[in-house]
């Protein structure tokens, strides 16, 4: 049975992007999770019942996360509060007693059926769930709301040096996460994680059917009929340039040009060049290699390893 007591946590400072209408129309469909915005903007539309705006200024945060972790920042870059993350279960704890999990998401996000997802995979046998594969994935991750979890960040390695830049370096996905993989490992905690595979469309999707997306009725597909549990607009977010969709509408289509309810024949004509055919002609050829090269040469199959890049290894 899928438990209703998730919240994911997603500071926000800046404008609203433009494609926020079908983020959270992408929200509403999934009523079991809420969505925490803790943020100084105000938005004049009608808010999902499952998605509350937090009011809370970036000092105030600043000042919040330094009475929580000892951390000062300026969070002049805002991309820095993705090193946070790891963090808001602490940070954000009055907001979190009624939860049973808490998570971490983006916001260029369009959402899929998460609870369907979650209730296949039977989450509650998890402490953790990733949908990266061997590591934390800065783009929704979710964490049993218990001490040790909460506060687990500060196990890591000189975990205060990610926080002397004012870029981020990568905390969540890197540093945080490779320590967690390899305590698990060693057997030092015994957390239960659920990170066997990748659980997103992203960026190797964009690339592969770059001629668009769809969502309806709370699923994510393309026309092949692939779908995804959420497509994460990871390379297309910035050349987003139009995006025309009713507040209730039951379906919409996303391109790297934008997101419609009926794509105009001009992006139907661009979305036919953009084929994604090469790319996906390499992609086949280099699962035929690996087909060879471990199943009929017999090779023996790589070790599981932290799906972490070696310089976000250990804090030095």
């Not at 979650?118 to 049993?144: M, Q, V």
Request: net charge positive; hydrophobic share 35%.
């Amino acid at each position: 049975m899928f438990d209703e007591s998730i919240a994911l946590i997603l500071p926000y400072y800046g404008k609203l992007p433009i494609w926020f209408n079908a983020f959270l129309r992408s929200c509403a469909t999934n009523q079991p999770i809420i969505w925490l915005i803790i943020t100084d903007l105000e938005y004049d539309g009608e808010l999902p019942s499952n998605v509350q705006f937090k009011s809370m200024s970036k000092s105030e945060f600043r000042q919040l996360a330094y009475e929580k972790t000892g951390i000062a920042h300026d969070l002049s870059n805002p991309h820095k509060l993705c090193d946070f993350k790891p963090m808001y279960g602490h940070i954000f704890e009055e907001y979190l007693h009624e939860y049973n999990y808490w998570g971490h998401c983006d916001m260029d996000i369009i959402w899929g059926n998460m609870s369907s997802f979650l209730s296949k995979i039977n989450y509650n046998n998890y402490d953790i769930l990733s949908t990266r594969k061997h590591a934390i994935s800065g783009h929704f991750t979710l964490y049993r709301s218990k001490p040790e979890l909460n506060h687990f960040y500060s196990t890591v390695p000189n975990y205060h040096k990610a926080f002397t830049h004012s870029m981020y370096q990568g905390f969540d996905e890197g540093y945080f996460s490779h320590h967690l993989f390899q305590e698990v490992e060693k057997g030092s905690v015994n957390f239960k994680i659920y990170w066997p595979k990748r659980n997103c469309l992203d960026r190797h999707e964009l690339l592969m059917r770059p001629n668009g997306w769809f969502w309806e009725s709370g699923d994510i597909k393309n026309i092949s009929g692939q779908t995804g549990n959420y497509l994460h607009l990871i390379d297309w977010k910035k050349k987003i340039e139009h995006v025309e969709l009713d507040t209730n509408t039951n379906k919409f289509y996303v391109t790297q040009y934008g997101i419609w309810q009926e794509k105009p024949f001009k992006i139907k004509v661009r979305s036919l060049l953009d084929s994604g055919i090469r790319f996906r002609m390499r992609h086949q050829i280099e699962n035929i290699k690996s087909f060879i090269k471990f199943r009929i040469l017999g090779r023996p199959v790589p070790e599981v390893k932290s799906n972490v890049l070696k310089e976000y290894q250990v804090l030095k």
